[in-house]
Structure formats: C-alpha cells, structure tokens
C-alpha cells in the first residue's frame, strides 16, 4: 500500500504544472495536435477509440478517483459544462476522461466515481481506463502535451488540470483551465461552433 505523504519536490512540480495549465489560451491553428491512436475501456466495459470517437467533438480530462487534490473540482466543473451545453440544446459531442491511475482505476471504480456528481448525461462520458501507467503518460505527453507523473511513495499522481477541445477528426484544437476560473460559456460557444463546422 502506498503511504500518504507527498515529497516536498512533488509540490514544486504540481505548482509548476498547475499554474502552467491553468490558463485559458487558445492553441494556434499552427500548433493543433492529433491525439494518438487509442483503444481503451470505459466505466461500462465498452471499448472506446480514437476510431470511434471520430465524427464527433469532445472534451478530454486527466483523472483519478483516488485524486483527493483537483479532480472533485475539475469533475463538478464539467459537469457544469454540460449543463450548459444542455442549455444550449447541444447533442453531438462526448465528454472522456483519462484515468491517471490506471492500475486502481477499474471500470466499476470508475462508474462509482461518476455517480458521485450531479452528471446532466452520463451517455455522453467514457471515464477510461485498460492501459499502463507509461501509456498513460505517454499518451498525455505526445496528444495533449500535458503531464503524468506517478509517484510510486503515495497514492497520488501529479497531473496537469487543462480541459481539451478535440475535434471530429481526433484533433486538440483548444484547451482551457479545468480547474480555477473555468470558461463555461466560452467552452459551451466553442462547442457549438464545432459542431455547426462540422455539419
């Protein structure tokens, strides 16, 4: 079991990582980024791919059900988002969450996770999981440019707090802080222009 405790050096990191992804700058058309490629396993067993989620705009996060720092806000912070894109009548899109932690982060965890929050529609989100906690990080790395870093002393793992634009070609094309002064409305317009694009 781990223990409880966070190195002093790990702080630093999250800091760093948390004020350098905590903005809401907009990613230049010259600097959009495809995601890789991926085939994991969402909170209901259903397998879920880059190949199956094309046609349709999504949010990406990164988190974990033991997360007892930023993931509780970043979730209820996404849930708001939906609302708002409830609000606004929009259909065509997908909320997915990457688990951090994918060793403890069984689907059955996962599921139990999302029930916790007051979820508009949980049809729309695949928590997923099925994969290595280097595939993980690398995948963060190389799609989103956004950092993973397990810390193998607690049972924490250090994570950027962005939420991600993907259009319906599986390319990042925006993100915005998920955690400290979420753009709501700013996502829920970006979202329904995307999706207006993509008729």
């Not at 495809?34 to 999504?58: A, E, I, M, R």
């Not at 996404?78 to 997915?96: A, S």
């Not at 999302?114 to 989100?125: E, F, G, I, M, T």
Request: with cysteine.
């Amino acid at each position: 079991m781990k223990k409880r405790f966070i190195l002093p050096s790990l702080f630093l990191v999250l800091a760093v990582l948390l004020s350098a992804c905590g903005g809401s700058d907009n990613f230049k058309a010259e600097t959009d980024w495809q995601v890789q490629d991926f085939n994991y396993t969402n909170q209901n067993g259903d397998k879920v791919s880059l190949d199956s989620l094309k046609g349709k705009p999504w949010l990406a996060m990164f988190i974990f059900t033991n997360c007892t720092s930023i993931c509780p806000p970043m979730t209820i912070n996404m849930t708001d988002i939906q609302k708002k894109f409830k609000e606004k009548g929009l259909e065509d899109y997908k909320i997915v969450g990457f688990s951090v932690d994918p060793t403890t982060d069984t689907p059955a965890k996962l599921k139990k996770y999302l029930a916790q929050y007051p979820v508009p529609d949980n049809s729309k989100w695949d928590l997923l999981t099925g994969y290595s906690q280097d595939d993980i990080a690398n995948l963060a790395l190389k799609s989103f440019k956004t950092f993973v870093k397990d810390d193998p002393n607690t049972n924490q793992v250090v994570h950027g707090s962005s939420f991600f634009l993907v259009n319906q070609d599986g390319v990042v094309v925006k993100n915005y802080s998920g955690f400290k002064d979420v753009p709501v409305d700013t996502i829920a317009v970006d979202m329904e222009s995307i999706i207006e694009d993509g008729k």
